[in-house]
């Protein structure tokens, strides 16, 4: 069951017009693509502007499409507590993956983004306390990419990890 | 003092004030798991808090990305290990709106009591969990009693007092046993005299209030702008309630009302939680009441497993549907979703990208916890002295697993 195009839309693309793209609607919410440059500015309408007002970041994740190009996307689940209606936004991402912040705009993308790095690499400008979250300073690797081998690269501790090199 | 790392160093008439870096934890009883926290502390003042989280992390969202859907079940029971009904209920449905199927009413029925029942050993264990952080043993010991009659009623329903694995994709994995009804007909007579007790042992005692009363106070924009949700959400004053405002299964069948709280401070929280207790038990009643009979599981060989074991002897097509079910899953079509719903902790959300094969191409667990942790780095009103951040820290209920995933 497909959901209909949201009325607030057309409000979106009418502000933004050929910067961002119709994502298609989907089987739970509408969803909209924009590129890197205007993620933070969308990002700010969508939560500022009252007909609107996403203020609730629910979830931020990355998504690794090895090997198609583009490679990565980052995804952002918005929610608004005073509509109850929600939107994805979608970011494609080349290599190395470079986003701008959202923690200017909501707070809570800092874990976010901090666990998007850890496990994709995405490289978030301007966040304000940039590392690793639940793998060890020093991990080297991003564990979720699709070309990181399930039961890791072999070392001292992992004797039945894969060995590097070999795909 | 040994092995402290010394900050910065005042002298002031009576003496050396010392500004240090406290180590709490990863093994320390209150904070409910594996967390660790490095407290940046001026005497018994805590100036700076950072959490370090990730010594219970074990790769949920890769590994599901290796495992058919069915075999995701046990994954998602390891994430709030208190409340597994809940987890598996999000997957189920995420990876129900991609094939486009429906649960059987009755099924939904089952599903919401379950969920409903591990919202209240949740918050039962949280309700003991507190006081006995703050000092107060008492209470934990007595919650246990009636979590242990809510563990009783998941053996008996499902085979496993923890991680039941019971909620399935198209249903759950069998029906309600014989007596279950009666049993958790007796469970909801029982457990609101209890909490009637409970709130009377600790919510009048004065120690008790004078840690959590006006103690880590959130404020509702802060709380919104650090994605908190659940019951910390609500106790903040802000009334939402994902059951209510975009209902899953049958919540828009039941009647209940939406606690919140206007002061958002530790001891808002914990009340809150005993009021939603109440309610919990009121939706299982209703649902007691209105459930109807029929299948519990979709009839769709393809996707549940066979309902009458007998047929496994003599039928040679349910034996090749489970063979196959269990051997190379089930295909769901392309496609992604994102699934929200109120689990005891929060907004539990899924999302899952299928490219059009057994296993999911991506899973995304938002896990409520992970994200309400986050606010001990953010603002917190009245939060002056390690003891208070100890009182917010079991006031936000955070399961360590849910958060390292």
């Known amino acids: ?167 | 003092m040994t092995n402290v790392t010394v900050l910065q160093e005042t002298k002031q008439e009576n003496g050396i004030s010392q500004e240090v870096l406290l180590n709490l934890g990863p093994q320390h009883p209150s904070t409910h798991g594996v967390l660790r926290l490095i407290l940046q502390l001026d005497g018994e003042i805590v100036k700076r808090t950072e959490p370090f989280i990730g010594y219970l992390h074990r790769g949920t969202e890769k590994l599901c990305e290796h495992f058919t859907y069915t075999q995701i079940f046990p994954l998602t029971d390891r994430l709030d290990y208190v409340c597994p009904p809940s987890n598996n209920l999000g997957f189920a449905m995420a990876v129900e709106r991609l094939l486009g199927i429906e649960a059987p009413e009755r099924s939904q029925y089952i599903r919401v009591i379950m969920t409903e029942l591990a919202r209240i050993s949740g918050h039962l264990l949280i309700v003991g969990a507190l006081p006995m952080d703050l000092g107060a043993m008492t209470v934990l010991l007595y919650v246990m009693r009636e979590r242990e009659m809510v563990m009783d009623l998941m053996e008996m329903i499902s085979g496993a007092r923890m991680h039941t694995s019971y909620i399935r994709i198209g249903g759950v994995r069998e029906d309600l046993p014989e007596g279950a009804v009666e049993r958790i007909r007796e469970f909801c007579d029982i457990l609101p005299k209890r909490l009637f007790d409970y709130e009377r042992l600790v919510a009048k005692n004065r120690m008790f209030l004078q840690r959590t009363k006006d103690v880590g106070v959130i404020a509702p924009k802060d709380a919104i702008d650090m994605g908190l949700s659940g019951p910390n959400l609500r106790a903040s004053g802000v009334d939402w309630d994902i059951r209510r405002d975009c209902p899953y299964e049958i919540y828009d069948r039941v009647e209940f009302n939406v606690i919140t709280r206007e002061t958002g401070d530790c001891y808002g929280r914990w009340i809150c939680r005993i009021d939603e207790m109440r309610e919990s038990v009121r939706i299982i009643e209703q649902c007691l009441e209105q459930m109807p009979d029929g299948l519990f599981q979709v009839d769709m060989p393809t996707i549940a497993f066979p309902v009458d074991k007998d047929q496994l002897a003599c039928s040679m097509e349910t034996h090749i549907h489970h063979f196959e079910l269990s051997a190379y899953g089930f295909k769901v079509p392309k496609g992604e979703v994102y699934t929200a719903i109120e689990a005891p902790k929060g907004e539990l959300g899924y999302y899952i990208i299928s490219d059009g094969s057994e296993k999911p191409f991506r899973v995304k667990v938002r896990a409520p916890s992970f994200v309400n942790l986050q606010i001990l780095e953010g603002k917190i009103g009245n939060m002056k002295y390690l003891a208070d951040l100890i009182a917010v820290l079991g006031s936000l209920d955070p399961v360590i697993a849910e958060v390292d995933k």
């Not at chain 1, 057309?10 to 509408?30: E, L, P, S, T, V």
């Not at chain 1, 693509?33 to 933070?40: I, K, T, Y």
């Not at chain 1, 998504?63 to 198609?68: G, L």
């Open chain 1, 1 to 167: 069951m497909i959901v209909a195009r949201p009325e607030f839309c057309d409000r979106i693309f009418q502000h933004f017009g050929d910067r961002i793209a119709d994502g298609g609607a989907g089987i739970d919410m509408h969803s909209i693509e924009v590129g890197p440059e205007h993620v933070v500015e969308l990002c700010r309408y969508l939560k500022d502007t009252p007909a609107l007002s996403f203020d609730f970041l629910s979830d931020l994740c990355g998504v690794d499409f090895y090997p198609d190009s583009p490679r990565f996307q980052v995804v952002y689940h918005l929610y608004s507590l005073a509509h109850g209606h929600r939107l994805r936004l979608k970011c494609r991402l080349g290599d190395p993956p470079r986003a701008p912040t959202v923690t200017g705009v909501w707070a809570t993308a800092n874990w976010h983004e901090r666990e998007t790095f850890d496990m994709y690499g995405f490289v978030f400008d301007g966040h304000p306390n940039f590392k690793r979250i639940y793998m060890w300073d020093g991990f080297e690797g991003y564990p979720m990419r699709k070309d990181f081998p399930l039961r890791g690269y072999k070392d001292a501790y992992n004797p039945y990890g894969e060995e590097k090199g070999k795909a």
